[in-house]
């Protein structure tokens, strides 16, 4: 009887127990999973769900925090399985953006330790757009990556926290980097960033003779955007520095900040020993302008220039003497237009049409005497920036896009004011892939894009025939590079280039779009497209879709996180998150 009694209480008390376990007892066994992943310690978090979930398999909450569990500890595929299981059984947990994000971020950590370029680019990507203390994380490990490439991604996404942390490996990164794109990129970082601490760093860049041209050019501008103001005796020990990269930066100083009363002391530049700063000197008053107090002295010192041995020099005083003294340096820049010298009479070209009203008037007047495609197109091209009828303009823009088979680039490389239509001497890269064929791509979307502004009837065909013409992906690219020059007038044009009965020309218009837009109206058409295309364009259409950032995409993204390609699943990911915080 005694054994009977004790086994009646042992069952009650297991009974009382475990309605008690059913109620607020559950609430700890929640609390206690959540503080194991708030150690981060993924392990007992794991080892509890298990048991804990054995007792109560039809709590959602366990279920969601095992979701969480497994995404946070970088099992990815675990928490996708997980997740499937979850939603089959509470559909309602769809509608949770945060469990979403922490699926996404499951595959995201995950692709961290991949040797694909592609996946590091994605994962970076989607990382930085949640602004937290793990994107940071994310992103200082691939500063120090042994990858060039990635190394520079990720300085540039570092750019927008102002973190202390990512600023300083920058900063760091400055004195040791030595790929030359990702040394441009850590200099444009820091002028972005603000970097007064590395004023000196720069001013060595701008004044070595070791540094590139574009290398200079870079720093310089770094060292502008540090500037509000600059007092009058540190301008003119710049002025008067021997080192030609301090006087390159005065002058640029002074065009940056509009100091006309500086011209006398940059006049004195046109003779200095150094090309670049005659140059520098030059744009720089052709920039700010002549005072009518020294107007006539410069002017003179302008004209002895006109004989300058170097060409590019010469023609930049054309340029500046265009503007007050048309008559004789039309005569030197006509001189140059119809030389031997093909890259100089481009250059010229180029020159004279952006020199003013009488400049304009000058190379409408040559386009029908000239016959080089590439001087007909700089003229015409240079003169779209002036005042005045534009539709023979246009026609001859668009007639050398029909006609011009080579790559073709936009060259500033003679002088930084001048942006000449070249033929391309772009090389490969480790920076981009098929990176002379984005260029050439990029350059045509911009003359495109030029004829929309001025409203030529006839830039809805051209730029039907361009994206027929073209390869998508590299399109994609393009148009990546396009975005930060603005194509509002495009914009209208691309879009009804989605009704085109060609599927191509669908695709490619909603794959611009969706860059230079984001664009929803094309995700109709990307959708439709994906189960065509191959994987290189599927890979451009699921980072068009993050661009675009529509909260409506991410069952779709969703699904593609079980692709059996780890690249698919990772851009996927990326792109949920740019959803989410879009």
């Known amino acids: 009887m005694r054994v009977f009694c004790l086994g009646i209480i042992a069952f009650c008390t297991a009974v009382g127990v475990f309605s008690h376990e059913g109620g607020s007892a559950i609430e700890g066994y929640q609390k206690?999973?959540?503080d194991h992943l708030l150690i981060k310690d993924y392990t007992s978090a794991l080892s509890d769900l298990k048991l804990f979930l054995a007792r109560f398999p039809q709590s959602k909450e366990l279920h969601i925090l095992k979701v969480c569990a497994l995404a946070e500890s970088g099992s990815g595929l675990e928490a996708l399985e997980a997740w499937n299981g979850l939603i089959a059984s509470y559909p309602e947990v769809k509608e949770n953006v945060h469990l979403i994000e922490t699926v996404a971020w499951g595959i995201l950590s995950?692709?961290?330790?991949?040797?694909?370029?592609?996946v590091n680019i994605s994962s970076m990507i989607g990382a930085s757009l949640t602004r937290d203390a793990k994107a940071v994380q994310v992103l200082q490990r691939h500063l120090r990556s042994s990858n060039a490439y990635l190394r520079m991604v990720a300085v540039r996404l570092a750019t927008q926290y102002?973190?202390?942390?990512?600023?300083?490996?920058?900063?760091?990164?400055?004195?040791k980097e030595v790929v030359w794109y990702v040394r441009l990129e850590i200099l444009r970082a820091?002028?972005?960033l603000q970097c007064k601490e590395v004023t000196s760093l720069?001013?060595?860049?701008?004044?070595?003779?070791?540094?590139?041209?574009?290398?200079?050019?870079?720093?310089?501008e770094a060292l502008l955007s540090l500037y509000d103001h600059l007092e009058g005796k540190e301008l003119q020990k710049l002025l008067e520095s021997p080192r030609a990269g301090l006087r390159y930066l005065a002058c640029n100083i002074v065009a940056y900040l509009n100091l006309q009363d500086q011209a006398e002391s940059i006049a004195s530049l046109m003779q200095d020993t150094s090309t670049e700063v005659k140059i520098a000197a030059l744009n720089t008053l052709t920039v700010i302008g002549l005072p009518s107090s020294c107007k006539i002295s410069i002017l003179e010192k302008v004209k002895v220039l006109l004989e300058e041995e170097h060409p590019v020099v010469a023609i930049t005083a054309c340029r500046l003497l265009m503007h007050y003294q048309s008559h004789e340096a039309?005569?030197?820049?006509k001189k140059w237009i119809t030389g031997d010298q093909a890259e100089m009479a481009r250059l010229a070209a180029c020159a004279l049409a952006l020199s003013g009203s009488f400049g304009k008037e000058a190379a409408r007047q040559l386009l029908s005497k000239v016959k080089d495609d590439f001087i007909k197109v700089n003229l015409a091209y240079g003169s779209l920036s002036q005042e005045g009828p534009v539709g023979e303009l246009c026609e001859e823009i668009a007639l050398f896009l029909a006609k011009?088979?080579?790559?073709?680039?936009?060259?500033?490389?003679w002088n930084p004011l001048l942006k000449v239509v070249a033929p391309s001497r772009i090389r490969h890269t480790p920076e981009m892939v098929q990176y002379p064929t984005v260029v050439d791509q990029h350059t045509r979307l911009h003359l495109l894009n030029v004829l929309a502004i001025m409203g030529y009837p006839q830039a809805e065909a051209s730029i039907k025939n361009y994206l027929k013409s073209q390869s998508m992906g590299a399109t994609y690219a393009a148009s990546a590079l396009l975005i930060e020059e603005g194509a509002e007038d495009s914009i209208e044009i691309i879009k009804d280039l989605l009704k085109d009965p060609e599927e191509k020309v669908r695709v490619q218009a909603a794959l611009v779009l969706a860059m230079l837009g984001g664009d929803k109206e094309a995700l109709q058409v990307l959708k439709e497209m994906y189960p065509k295309v191959d994987r290189d364009l599927k890979i451009a259409i699921l980072e068009a879709m993050g661009h675009i950032g529509s909260k409506e995409e991410i069952p779709f993204l969703l699904g593609l996180l079980e692709d059996p390609f780890n690249v698919m699943k990772v851009i996927a990911a990326s792109s949920i998150i740019q959803c989410i915080y879009h």
């Open 202 to 220: 720069l001013k060595e860049i701008v004044e070595s003779p070791k540094s590139t041209i574009e290398e200079r050019a870079t720093a310089a």
């Open 32 to 34: 206690r999973i959540r």
């Open 330 to 333: 039309l005569t030197c820049l």
């Open 162 to 175: 102002g973190d202390r942390q990512l600023i300083e490996e920058i900063q760091r990164m400055l004195k």
């Open 110 to 118: 995950r692709a961290e330790s991949s040797s694909q370029q592609v």
């Open 404 to 413: 011009q088979e080579g790559k073709i680039m936009l060259d500033m490389s």
């Open 190 to 192: 820091l002028g972005r």
